[in-house]
């Protein structure tokens, strides 16, 4: 794996994003639309994946480039057991804990929508993200159009959205949140509520289970921002358990003492859209995993009722 760290002087002021990644990288203006395409080109932190949008003095862009032979991370198997839906125009799959919904910073090929991607056979059609932590359903588009019409779906709030998690603190039985975020100028990759801020979100949520301080969850973001249904229950006081970021203990107390908990415990449980093709009502559920389930257990909350 190659990481290019590329600082734009005053000579590339204004060029586009694709012919300064070709021309400062010393590779094929092609594979500079392919890894932009593919999500493995950040401009200032951020993600960027537009060809045409211009560079500015003083910005720094990395770039994440493969090397075939050696570098490369093992791939993640994505059994039929995953396959929860598909079709001519679209693919769902059940996301493994650990594995990134698209490129990152460490590798542009062991993310999901590569891994679907080679599993269809042509460019998966990524229209929303999981946590890298997170696991649960996830829909990618198999053409351009029916792409199209899911990323709609997400857009316009007709994707109903439904998600488990573990959380520990106080809640009261329900209740909804309307509170917008911010970036976290004090720790980068973080998000907080503002009262001002730009990014508007709503997350409703039920408590299923308790006990003592240790809650079973389930939340219906009515937004899809990054990091909403954590922020939001640690704004509320109940971050999720393994969640550090936001304040969620590392460890519970067992019948042999602490036990660690090895990722927050978030679960994209089920997801309602219309068919991008059809337009008939298509509901996807993905099966509790293990560490969730044990989790509700102790909380006295059986399978049938997640």
């Given at each position: 794996m190659v990481k290019l760290d590329l600082l734009a002087v005053e000579a590339d002021e204004g060029e586009r994003l694709d012919r300064f990644v070709a021309k400062r990288g010393n590779i094929a203006r092609c594979e500079a639309r392919r890894l932009l395409d593919r999500g493995a080109v950040w401009v200032d932190g951020k993600r960027v994946k537009i060809a045409s949008r211009p560079v500015n003095k003083g910005q720094r862009v990395l770039v994440v480039i493969e090397e075939s032979g050696r570098g490369e991370p093992q791939k993640v198997a994505l059994g039929d057991e995953r396959i929860l839906f598909e079709d001519a125009h679209l693919i769902a799959v059940d996301k493994p804990a650990f594995v990134p919904a698209q490129a990152t910073l460490a590798s542009d090929q062991n993310s999901l929508v590569a891994i679907v991607s080679e599993r269809i056979g042509r460019p998966a059609g990524l229209v929303h993200r999981l946590d890298l932590e997170t696991t649960g359903v996830t829909v990618f588009g198999k053409t351009r159009?029916?792409?199209?019409?899911?990323?709609?779906?997400?857009?316009?709030?007709?994707?109903?959205?439904?998600?488990?998690?573990?959380?520990?603190?106080?809640?009261?039985?329900?209740?909804?949140?309307e509170a917008a975020l911010s970036p976290d100028v004090r720790r980068w990759g973080r998000f907080r509520v503002r009262e001002n801020g730009k990014l508007t979100a709503a997350t409703g949520f039920h408590v299923l289970g308790r006990k003592g301080s240790l809650l079973l969850v389930e939340a219906f973001p009515e937004t899809g921002r990054t990091h909403q249904i954590r922020v939001h229950l640690a704004h509320l006081g109940a971050p999720l358990v393994g969640d550090s970021l936001y304040g969620g203990p590392s460890s519970l107390e067992g019948p042999e003492g602490a036990v660690k908990v090895e990722r927050f415990l978030l679960h994209a449980r089920s997801l309602e859209l219309p068919h991008p093709e059809t337009h008939a009502a298509l509901r996807i559920e993905a099966p509790v995993p293990k560490d969730l389930a044990d989790a509700a257990r102790a909380m006295g909350v059986e399978g049938q009722k997640l």
């Open positions: 159009p029916a792409t199209s019409a899911l990323a709609a779906c997400f857009q316009e709030r007709t994707a109903h959205k439904r998600y488990l998690c573990v959380a520990w603190g106080s809640l009261p039985d329900e209740g909804r949140t």
